[in-house]
């Protein structure tokens, strides 16, 4: 086989073009993406977050609008969550942070319910209202248990 320095160059080409795509990927894949300007920070307490991750997605209304930055135990032992959303959204002080799950068996993220108030959220507030999440374990003992229809024990 002759020497092709085109076809050298084209088959460099096709490699770099290919690694670059693995490398899109990746970062997709991982959660990992440029962070461009800086959203405002709220904080939502939690009793039970389950499995929520750090870079977990925030959405209202099904489309992502933040992430979750941080997470860590507050004073009075309870989940303190420090979520990362739009700059851009006008929240209301009554508005409501849940976590839920995707799917049956899925990750988990914060659902934030839009208020009705005319005073808007800034950064640094904490969300007053907060629905913590389902555990399937716990689902399963009231069941079990006979706790889950009325609240009396069954005899």
């Excluded at 319910?113 to 629905?131: F, M």
């Excluded at 999440?133 to 069954?154: N, Q, R």
Aim: proline share 5%; hydrophobic share 45%.
């Amino acid at each position: 086989m002759t020497p092709s320095p085109t076809r050298d160059f084209v088959v460099g080409l096709f490699v770099l073009v290919g690694l670059g795509a693995v490398a899109y990927l990746s970062f997709q894949v991982g959660g990992l993406s440029y962070k461009g300007p800086v959203g405002f920070h709220l904080v939502a307490s939690f009793g039970e977050i389950g499995g929520l991750k750090v870079r977990a997605p925030v959405v209202i209304s099904g489309v992502r609008v933040g992430q979750v930055e941080r997470i860590e135990l507050d004073p009075s032992l309870r989940a303190r969550v420090l979520l990362d959303v739009d700059p851009k959204l006008k929240l209301a002080v009554d508005s409501t942070a849940a976590i839920r799950t995707a799917g049956l068996l899925g990750d988990q993220f914060v659902a934030i319910v839009p208020g009705a108030e005319e005073e808007y959220l800034k950064s640094g507030d904490q969300i007053a209202y907060t629905e913590s999440a389902l555990g399937l374990e716990s689902l399963v003992s009231k069941l079990v248990t006979g706790l889950g229809s009325g609240g009396e024990e069954k005899k």
